[in-house]
């Protein structure tokens, strides 16, 4: 851990809220005029690291973004709007919550467009992984959010620790089908 002996004061949910609204250009989108997955991407990342920096007050870096899908299209012209919250600070990671909808400019109709977790890392200037402060659920949701995503951090290791051992499996037999030429 890095040269932050103690812990900084806790901090709210709404203390890490944060927002953006893009209107899609044709240079967001694809051939048919919607926009591209990776670009929604993009958008939900900065959103989610929005938040995570609000909380930290560092540096962050992406250190992972759960399943995404794409439920709803979105086209030229819209309004996507984007809102992100931290549900759960750990040692150095934290994860964060980005839900996205689309705003029809001519009726304000918003619909959900997607719903994303992800996990950033604080880190000072050189790299090096710094505490952050703890965070308080204040209402109902906040709770439950909160502790979702202890379960959710609890199944990434889970994940992890399955696909190294799948890869030193790999490794351990490296003619057998799977392996790389
Ligand atoms: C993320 C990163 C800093 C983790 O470094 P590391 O030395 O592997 O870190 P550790 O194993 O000590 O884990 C540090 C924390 O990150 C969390 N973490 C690391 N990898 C993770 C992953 N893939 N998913 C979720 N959490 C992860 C750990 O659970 C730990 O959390 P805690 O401190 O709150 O308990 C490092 O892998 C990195 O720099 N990755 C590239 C990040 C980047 O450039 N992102 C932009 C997209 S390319």
Do not use: C
């Not at 040692?91 to 467009?113: A, C, Y």
Request: hydrophobic share 40%; proline share 4%.
């Amino acid at each position: 851990m890095s040269s932050t002996e103690t812990k900084p004061a806790a901090r709210t949910v709404a203390s890490t809220q944060s927002e953006m609204t893009e209107i899609i250009l044709p240079n967001d989108a694809n051939t048919l005029g919607n926009l591209l997955g990776g670009r929604l991407m993009h958008f939900i990342d900065l959103t989610g690291a929005m938040a995570a920096y609000r909380h930290s007050r560092t540096h962050v870096v992406t250190a992972a973004m759960d399943h995404i899908d794409f439920i709803q299209p979105v086209h030229v012209g819209d309004l996507l709007i984007l809102k992100s919250s931290v549900n759960r600070a750990f040692n150095s990671s934290l994860e964060v919550g980005v839900k996205v909808w689309v705003e029809h400019p001519q009726t304000g109709t918003l619909l959900h467009v997607a719903s994303a977790y992800l996990v950033f890392v604080a880190i000072d200037e050189q790299g090096r992984k710094q505490k952050i402060p703890a965070l308080l659920p204040e209402t109902p949701n906040e709770v439950r959010r909160f502790n979702d995503a202890l379960r959710r951090r609890e199944h990434r290791e889970a994940e992890t620790a399955r696909r190294m051992q799948e890869r030193r499996a790999q490794t351990a037999r490296p003619n057998e089908t799977g392996a790389r030429a």
